[in-house]
């Protein structure tokens, strides 16, 4: 299984933070990404400079037939797409898609890391993986989301929001397990 992560702290020429995450989902279906849950939208402050918009993001559990290389691809061209522009590190954006982890898989190289370097420090990445994959284990730390949870800083804890919101799916047919 795949775990992607969508985020958003800005608005675009199609709408706010929450219908720029629903368009990216609805790209990605369109690139063959199948879908099998989607995360509640979660809301946190953006990070480090907490004075910038507050962020969005969700967790999707999916499965893909192409390489990890070929989805990083995909995933690029549908941040462009949604008007997503090289920024410095940590700037808001209007879309943000990381591959938190693709089948267990262990990478490294210039355009992709496996799993995301960071994704065991995120609470926006870990709060919606437990809602989606409760028994997901991390493929380096080999410690569950559970586990990370807990040992993230209270802080960290504290300032995230479950959001009732839903995403948009034009796509009528998506496998929920």
């Known amino acids: 299984m795949i775990h992607l992560n969508i985020g958003s702290n800005l ?33 946190s402050p953006s ?6 918009p507050n962020y969005v993001n969700i967790g999707l559990l999916a499965e893909y037939n192409g390489g990890s290389s070929k989805l990083i691809k995909d995933i690029n061209l549908i941040e462009k797409k949604l008007g997503r522009k090289k920024s410095k590190k940590n700037d808001p954006r209007v879309c943000d898609i990381d591959i938190i982890d693709f089948d267990g898989l262990i990478k490294k190289n210039k355009t992709l890391k496996l799993p995301h370097p960071r994704c065991h420090e995120r609470n926006f ?19 569950n989301v559970d586990f990370l949870i807990k040992d993230l800083n209270q802080n960290s804890r504290i300032e995230i929001t479950r959001l009732r919101k839903s995403v948009i799916i034009k796509q009528w047919l998506i496998i929920m397990n």
């Open 11 to 43: 608005d675009s020429k199609f709408g706010d933070k929450f219908r720029n995450i629903s368009i990216a989902i609805n790209l990605l279906i369109e690139s063959k990404i199948f879908i099998k849950r989607i995360s509640n939208f979660y809301k």
């Open 47 to 52: 990070y480090p400079n907490k004075k910038l």
């Open 125 to 143: 990445v870990l709060y919606p993986i437990r809602q989606i994959d409760p028994k997901w284990t991390h493929p380096i730390l080999r410690k």
